[in-house]
């Protein structure tokens, strides 16, 4: 058999099993769900993993080693009655928030450059600045932010927490002080602690699992 000849079965042959090696295997979020549809700026998003099975992370979230501080390890424990949940519980608030549970609020903390690249579908952005005295946040704005999107009233200078909203709170990652520093604050004016639930991995490990991104 001539040299090219043999070439040619070589190429036949790799070219023969190359759909297989590249097809995809499914990726679900649990063996019993693969999508999530929440709303997002009002139109439907599908929450799934990424399906390409050579993909890998994004590269904003690929850093290790942020200096410390301010961007040190947060403990897997916030605060006493502060539920820490992983993805499987923040998908599921944020499908019943979508379906019309106004009980729930699924807060992105983190400033709005970092929103802007990507966030979780259904979240709304209240950044930690927002609530934090020592960077300008006044008693009254605090307030009013409470009042318009946590569901607390307000009657002679106190606040009354009855219709307080399930505050799911993240920002981006466990290295991450930006939406610890929301619930801090939060708590520091009488938030139920049993009403704040804290995604502890954030964007980095939602990024990490393939998990849909909106802007």
């Given at each position: 058999?001539?040299?090219?000849h043999t070439l040619s079965i070589a190429a036949l042959v790799a070219v023969t099993f190359l759909p297989a090696a590249a097809m995809a295997e499914p990726v679900g979020i649990t063996p019993e769900i693969d999508?999530?549809?929440?709303?997002?700026?009002?139109?439907?998003?599908?929450?799934?993993?990424?399906?390409?099975?050579?993909?890998?992370?994004?590269?904003?979230?690929?850093?290790?080693?942020?200096?410390?501080?301010?961007?040190?390890?947060?403990?897997?424990?916030?605060?006493?009655?502060?539920?820490?949940?992983?993805?499987?519980?923040?998908?599921?608030?944020?499908?019943?928030?979508?379906?019309?549970?106004?009980?729930?609020?699924?807060?992105?903390?983190?400033?709005?450059?970092?929103?802007?690249?990507?966030?979780?579908?259904?979240?709304?952005?209240?950044?930690?600045?927002?609530?934090?005295?020592?960077?300008?946040?006044?008693?009254?704005?605090?307030?009013?932010?409470?009042?318009?999107?946590?569901?607390?009233?307000?009657?002679?200078?106190?606040?009354?927490?009855?219709?307080?909203?399930?505050?799911?709170?993240?920002?981006?990652?466990?290295?991450?002080?930006?939406?610890?520093?929301?619930?801090?604050?939060?708590?520091?004016?009488?938030?139920?602690?049993?009403?704040?639930?804290?995604?502890?991995?954030?964007?980095?490990?939602?990024?990490?699992?393939?998990?849909?991104?909106?802007?």
């Amino acid at each position: 058999m001539n040299t090219k000849h043999t070439l040619s079965i070589a190429a036949l042959v790799a070219v023969t099993f190359l759909p297989a090696a590249a097809m995809a295997e499914p990726v679900g979020i649990t063996p019993e769900i693969d999508k999530v549809t929440v709303k997002h700026n009002g139109e439907n998003v599908d929450i799934m993993r990424n399906q390409d099975n050579e993909a890998t992370v994004n590269p904003a979230f690929a850093k290790t080693s942020r200096p410390c501080p301010p961007f040190c390890i947060q403990p897997a424990s916030l605060a006493p009655g502060v539920e820490t949940i992983g993805e499987v519980e923040l998908i599921d608030y944020a499908k019943r928030m979508s379906d019309g549970d106004d009980t729930i609020i699924l807060v992105d903390s983190r400033t709005p450059d970092w929103v802007s690249r990507g966030t979780i579908p259904g979240a709304v952005n209240i950044p930690w600045t927002q609530l934090n005295p020592a960077q300008g946040a006044t008693p009254f704005d605090i307030a009013a932010i409470m009042n318009e999107r946590f569901g607390v009233t307000e009657s002679e200078g106190l606040f009354n927490f009855d219709g307080a909203k399930t505050a799911v709170m993240f920002c981006n990652g466990m290295w991450c002080g930006q939406s610890p520093n929301n619930i801090m604050n939060l708590l520091r004016f009488g938030y139920p602690a049993h009403k704040i639930k804290w995604y502890r991995g954030g964007m980095q490990d939602w990024e990490i699992l393939g998990l849909t991104t909106a802007k």
